[in-house]
Each structure stands twice: as structure tokens, then as C-alpha cells.
């Protein structure tokens, strides 16, 4: 049974910082991109950052400079460092497993239940 455990979240001040962690168990994690999402109230779930196999990152434009997405294949987790975090940041953030296509990232049939990250103005 695959299942992608997400944690880290709360509620921080603007300014401040979280580190998300995803815990990936029943796949071959080294063998997979993954990614970070977030979905606000009302949004689409929009790609916030996705990192290869290898551990090449990328990042949205929206988060670049202040977000670092990495991963320990040896301890298959993913994660997510969030600082000069701002109240549009705010969101349930959820880890995915994936692949590349065209280097363009595709997200796969796993998600996590997500963590809820609030940021106070």
C-alpha cells in the first residue's frame, strides 16, 4: 500500500519559517520525482516545487528565493523549507510522487493528505 505521510505544517507569523517533511512508504522512492503542491480555499492545487530523482530542484517563480525543496532517498522523504513565509503562502501543502516529461513534471496517482500552513500577517 503506498502512502505519502506529510507533516511540518502550523501556524507561523509572516516572516517566519516551516520546514515540511513527507514520508514515503510501498514505492520505489528513489525512483520517482516528487513534488509539493498547495491548494488555498477556493484555488486549484497549484505545483509549488519538484526536485528529480537525482535531486535537481525547481522551484515556482512565487516561491523562488524564499522556498528549498530537497530529499533523502536513503530515508525516502521529501522536503519542503519554507522561510520569509507571507499570508499568500497560506494553503494545505501536499507532497506527490511523479516522473518528468519533456522536463516537464507530471503528477502521479499518489498524493498524501496534506498539512495545513497558515501564515499570520
Known amino acids: 500500500q503506498v502512502q505519502l505521510v506529510e507533516s511540518g505544517g502550523g501556524l507561523v507569523q509572516a516572516g517566519g519559517s516551516l520546514r515540511l517533511s513527507c514520508v514515503a512508504s510501498?514505492?520505489?522512492?528513489?525512483?520517482?520525482?516528487m513534488a509539493w503542491y498547495r491548494q488555498a480555499p477556493g484555488n486549484q492545487r497549484d505545483l509549488v516545487a519538484h526536485i528529480s530523482r537525482g535531486g535537481t530542484p525547481n522551484l515556482a517563480d512565487s516561491v523562488k528565493g524564499r522556498f528549498t525543496i530537497s530529499r533523502d532517498n536513503a530515508k525516502n522523504t521529501l522536503f519542503l523549507q519554507m522561510n520569509s513565509l507571507k499570508p499568500e503562502d497560506t494553503a494545505v501543502y501536499y507532497c506527490?510522487?511523479?516522473?518528468?516529461?519533456?522536463?516537464?513534471?507530471?503528477?502521479?496517482?499518489?498524493w498524501g493528505q496534506g498539512t495545513q500552513v497558515t501564515v499570520s500577517p
Open positions: 510501498g514505492i520505489a522512492f528513489s525512483e520517482y520525482a
Open positions: 506527490n510522487a511523479g516522473i518528468y516529461k519533456s522536463r516537464t513534471y507530471l503528477p502521479g496517482n499518489y
